[in-house]
T-cell receptor
Framework: KQEVTQIPAALSVPEGENLVLNCSFTDSAIYNLQWFRQDPGKGLTSLLLIQSSQREQTSGRLNASLDKSSGRSTLYIAASQPGDSATYLCAADNYGQNFVFGPGTRLSVLP | GAGVSQSPRYKVAKRGQDVALRCDPISGHVSLFWYQQALGQGPEFLTYFQNEAQLDKSGLPSDRFFAERPEGSVSTLKIQRTQQEDSAVYLC???????????????FGEGSRLTVL
């Protein structure tokens, strides 16, 4: 059974810092891995999707990498801004059809 | 529609009442998922549809939970005889699926927050 963990559980940084969020999964037989952002009281917004054949994806200040063999993905946020404050979740898309989510990393970027 | 639409956004039910939560996925999306999210936790899988077929319902916590998607578009999650532990946000997501080169990217609705008193 796929299990997804995220480290750290919470992170508080001053504005302008670069930061890395970590996601680990136990079953490397994934179809893709997706990163989401969730603001309080809201649904999930897709940030980046990395297919199993890819190593990384970039969108603006965000870069996500995937290492299937080690069961890890990282989300790199450059030059963080207060508007980046949210919970970040990763989800592993398994060939067994469903997506398994991690518990999330709660990020606070202080002005 | 432009995005995944869920209704109601908020539902308060007395213990023992039945509730129905609706999900209207993005037009043309084959796959539809229901998730349950407790406060401060990641979403937990409930069930998955491909068109009208319910391919996986392994995450439904009890036989009080029932989901359907009769015409392969709109889906309804029904909870019978609600209990306090059913209080959570219920999230619906849809995707084009993985066939024919699609990536399977998930798109979520805003969720339905259920409070059982």
């Amino acid at each position: 059974k796929q299990e997804v963990t995220q480290i750290p559980a919470a992170l508080s940084v001053p504005e302008g810092e670069n930061l890395v969020l970590n996601c680990s999964f136990t079953d490397s037989a994934i179809y893709n891995l997706q990163w989401f952002r969730q603001d309080p009281g809201k649904g999930l917004t897709s940030l980046l999707l990395i297919q199993s054949s890819q190593r990384e994806q970039t969108s603006g200040r965000l870069n996500a990498s995937l290492d299937k063999s080690s069961g890890r993905s990282t989300l790199y946020i450059a030059a963080s801004q207060p508007g980046d404050s949210a919970t970040y979740l990763c989800a592993a898309d398994n060939y067994g059809q469903n997506f398994v989510f991690g518990p999330g990393t709660r990020l606070s970027v202080l002005p | 529609g432009a995005g995944v639409s869920q209704s109601p956004r908020y539902k308060v039910a007395k213990r023992g009442q039945d509730v129905a939560l609706r999900c209207d996925p993005i037009s043309g999306h084959v796959s539809l998922f229901w998730y349950q999210q407790a406060l401060g936790q990641g979403p937990e899988f409930l069930t998955y549809f491909q068109n009208e077929a319910q391919l996986d319902k392994s995450g439904l916590p009890s036989d009080r939970f029932f989901a359907e998607r009769p015409e392969g578009s709109v889906s309804t999650l029904k909870i019978q005889r609600t209990q306090q532990e059913d209080s959570a946000v219920y999230l619906c997501a849809s995707s084009l699926g993985r066939a024919s080169g699609y990536t399977g990217e998930l798109f979520f609705g805003e969720g339905s927050r259920l409070t059982v008193l």
